[in-house]
């Protein structure tokens, strides 16, 4: 167990004096103030309980240590024989950094020297390098003789600077076993020092009960939470529970507040709150379920899902934007429904990420950007050019190079047959999966997991069990990098070759490719096709009415229950974002409503030009109105057919044109061309 320097002292001082000494006392010897000591001596009892010693605390005498005399003299051994861990300059400045972000009041320069074990002029030396870091996360370091050193700004800015530092310097696995009353795996001393050290600043009793009542909401939604997003929300959750019972309160403003009461998580957001309140008998404010509302909003899933909310199809308009101008600067034809969809269920929270300003730590980024130097910086050229007015941080789009990266190792497809665990679920693992397909083509199958599936799992002792994070001793298994080395194939081949074997894979119902589900594809094209159409205005109206009269034809055909209730669902569309194609006179209007009663697609050509706010919050100027309706009920395969569709307009500058200018036979024709190339499994 680790013992801080200032811990080492007061035992120090206990040793010295077995008749016992004061909080006051030892507060004056250390030259801190006696809530500090007092704090420090909650952790005692666990300290001293291998040696089977306790601490009394006794009226008039003090504190002194009790127990047997040759317990006493081991721990006297002990602690003569534990050196001061030399910490490296930016180990010091992280612990540095914590010790600040973490106090509620002002901290004197003598005593960070004397927890750290450093000279003043080393922690004035450190401090000034702090200055910087602390200013990026919009926080002042005040550095007053007499006052101390104190971390000033606000309580949200604070808390996303610790947010950086642990995911700096702690990787999921360890956030995620300690959260989970694991054990750190063993490490040199300086990184199981810097480990204990800033996860000993969280209570732990509390970070359970917050893992208890994460866990439950989890459960309810219909995808899981990714581990990277789950453990960032635990941590997020339990230092704002700290600070609350310090009776401080975090800021939101009225009108970010009122939007984010609107969206589907805050209900989740609401119960999580409530679940706390009632484990640990405190109130927290509706600001704070804002802000847990923002990061389920902001969590990456674990699952690549299609068509799941309505505002996916705006998203998979942007990733074919993002396709064509990462194919145009990188000079290679990016495509494929796997690339498409992947980039869509990872742009929804990513986006929501980049409008809130809210940071993500990208522990490969380094590494994207030495392995694809020309990718990472198409990738990020065209990020800000489709994502103009917001900021597209370097480690946002280093998780975007990887789904262009997997795409590039990818052959004509993949099939499955070993565990491949990733902690992010962006990407990395499905570059890893791509990679031993084709090096290793007795791999039948591959399925990719998050920790937590893995837990779930009832393995065979012939699975392979791939990992790119470090795992629990229990799993027969093999850690790599997420670019696989040729070192690395060469173990996976020696750790292969000690395997019974892998157990044979029920078959899927339908294998994809298979007679029976190209036939069930194309059945669904071809009925969604019945319903194309293009509608040409023939008298000038308002737009809304408009459109309700289009519903109207669509209700008279069965195609639509009730036009009004279609229409007030668009409408209600419109709030959440921009509908307009960004440089077109296109717009898509679309709902999933139960009020549907077939996959629609049709163009509503209008006579006069319509002022509409685009999906990059600029305002074009429409002409033709592009309507996809769904049902609340769809099979896989007519999902992925209305998904398609998005694709489709956006494929490049023709298909655009296309459907901003063609006709109907136009349109058709080239749709059925497209569903054509799935079914055979041309993209």
Known sequence: MYVSARDRRILDELLAHPEGVTVAYLAEALDVSERTIHRDLTTFDSLLQPYELTLEKKSGTGLRLSGPDSELQTLTNDLSEARSIDFLPEQRQLLLSYKLLTATEPVKLQALASELHITEATVRNDLDKLTSWMEDHQLTLLRRRGFGIQAAGEEASKRRAIRALLADHLNDTDLLRFIRRRTLAETGGR???????????????????????????????????????YAALVVHLTLALERIQLGERVQMKEELLARLRDKQEFPLAASLAARLEERLSLSIPETEIGYITMHLRGAKLQRDTQFQAD???????????????????????????????GLTAHLSPALYRMQQQMSIHN?????IQSKYPELFNAVQDAAGHVFADLPVPEDEVGFLVLHFGSALELDDGREYHAYVICSTGIGSSKMMAARLKREF??????????????????????????????????????????????????????????????????????????????????????HLMQHV?????????????????????????????????????LQERTKLSGVGLPNTQLALYHARTSEVREPVFLILERIQEEPVQAMDGSTIYVRRILLMLAPQQMNEIESSMLSRISSMIVKNDTSLRLFAEGTEKDVKDFMSGEFLQLIRGIN
């Open 363 to 367: 522990p490969l980024k380094e590494t």
């Open 533 to 569: 159409e293009l509608i040409q205005e023939s008298t000038s109206v308002p737009f809304w009415t408009s459109l309700y009269n289009t519903l109207l034809y669509l209700q008279g055909k069965g195609f639509v229950g009730d036009a009004e209730a279609v229409t007030r669902a």
């Open 191 to 229: 990184t199981k020092a810097i480990a204990d050290q800033l996860l000993g600043f969280v209570d732990e009793e509390r970070i359970q009960e917050v893992e208890q009542a994460v866990e439950e909401v989890n459960r309810q939604l219909p995808v899981p939470i990714a581990d990277s997003s």
């Open 441 to 526: 083509p007795q791999i039948t199958s591959m399925e990719q997991l998050s920790v937590y599936e893995l837990e779930q799992k009832q393995l065979d002792p012939g699975d392979l069990i791939i990992s790119t994070i470090a795992l629990d001793e229990q799993y027969d298994h093999i850690q790599v990098n997420p670019f696989v080395t040729e070192e690395e194939l060469a173990a996976i081949e020696r750790y292969m070759g000690r395997k019974p074997g892998k157990r044979e894979q029920p078959q899927q119902s339908e294998p994809e490719g298979s007679l029976e589900s190209m036939q069930s594809q194309l059945n669904a094209a071809l």
């Open 311 to 341: 505002p996916d199809l705006d998203i998979s308009f942007l990733a074919g934007r993002l396709i064509r101008h990462v194919s145009d600067r990188y000079g290679t034809t990016f495509a494929g429904h796997a690339l498409e969809q």
